[in-house]
């Protein structure tokens, strides 16, 4: 069974092979296959809304008739009572041809000056992580374990962050009599 997955980013491929492969009621013999595509580019998404956006467009630009596709996508979304008003999510949008089902990883606050520099518009945390002296890395999000594994010292990665996303979007395709 054939699904696609909106990048070619190794870690998002990866951590759809890792979730489908706990789903065999639902994926037979899955072969999972990263899918180059185009979407709107926002630059990192600042919202909670251009992050699922960018979830949807890349799970529906990797639709080609496929038993399902999957779009990943990171960004900020505002709330309340954090220091710097905004937490980093990663958005996985399933679509399967008709619907689409949503899940969501846990999130968390990034520094002030990472979080500032991210709303300007300057770069990504990479970018910033590497410009205030965190890291020499030029991506952390292709060294192991990203910048989620940086920040917990590996006790949580950019690899797990990614795969509970995917596993939130999961509960609809599994439990699908409930959501009907």
């Known amino acids: 069974m054939k699904i696609n997955v909106g990048s070619q980013n190794k870690v998002k491929i990866q951590a759809v092979r890792e979730a489908v492969a706990m789903y065999p009621n639902l994926f037979s013999e899955p072969e ?3 899918i180059d595509v185009n979407v709107d580019t926002f630059g990192h998404p600042k919202n909670l809304d251009e992050t699922v956006q960018g979830a949807i467009q890349r799970a529906k630009a990797s639709y080609d008739g496929s038993h399902c596709s999957f779009g990943i996508e990171g960004g900020l979304m505002e709330v309340p009572h954090t220091k710097t008003g905004y937490m980093e999510v990663g958005a996985c949008a399933i ?7 949503l899940g969501l990883s846990p999130a968390f606050e990034w520094p002030k000056n990472v979080n500032d520099f991210i709303l300007e518009g300057k770069g990504d ?25 940086f920040l917990t010292g590996q006790r949580l990665t950019r690899e797990d962050q990614t795969r509970y996303s995917i596993i939130m979007a999961l509960i609809q395709l599994e439990k699908a009599e409930m959501y009907r």
């Open 95 to 101: 679509y399967n041809g008709k619907d689409v089902f």
């Open 32 to 34: 999972v296959v990263g």
């Open 125 to 149: 945390a990479s970018l910033a992580f590497k410009q205030f002296g965190y890291t020499h890395h030029e991506k952390l999000g292709k060294e192991t374990g990203g910048v989620m594994g």
